[in-house]
């Protein structure tokens, strides 16, 4: 009933910038959050930032004053990475949560999208 699309994803310079992007869709009536995940090469999923509603944002300290999440009234969220790190190479996921028009909450994920970071 959800779904979410990310986008932006690819190889990237150490020290370069990159934007990633993720649009959410479907049967939803709010939205109380949104959030950046990523999983290195055999490593766990873990938080990179998040949003609320309110526009308070939480970072990682390992991306703390490089990324920047944001978004839009249109159900997009996006991190913008700069100064990237050869330690920032994962698959990004977006998380989205909320409630339905049924009223049923709704705790998301997007399909992931790769970002390398490598001279």
């Known amino acids: 009933q959800v779904q979410l699309v990310e986008s932006g994803g690819g190889l990237v310079q150490p020290g370069g910038s990159h934007r990633l992007s993720c649009a959410a869709s479907?049967?939803?009536?709010?939205?109380?959050?949104m959030g950046w995940y990523r999983q290195g090469p055999g490593k766990e999923r873990e938080l990179v930032a998040t949003?609320?509603?309110?526009?308070?944002t939480n970072y990682a300290d390992s991306v703390k004053g490089r990324f920047t999440i944001s978004r839009d009234n249109a159900k997009m969220v996006f991190l913008q990475m700069n100064s990237l790190e050869l330690e920032d190479t994962a698959v990004y996921y977006c998380?989205?949560?909320?409630?339905?028009?049924?009223?049923?909450?709704?705790?998301?994920w997007g399909q992931g999208t790769q970002v390398t970071v490598s001279s």
């Open positions: 998380n989205v949560q909320g409630l339905l028009y049924n009223r049923a909450r709704f705790y998301s």
């Open positions: 949003i609320t509603s309110g526009d308070s």
């Open positions: 479907g049967s939803i009536f709010s939205i109380n959050g």
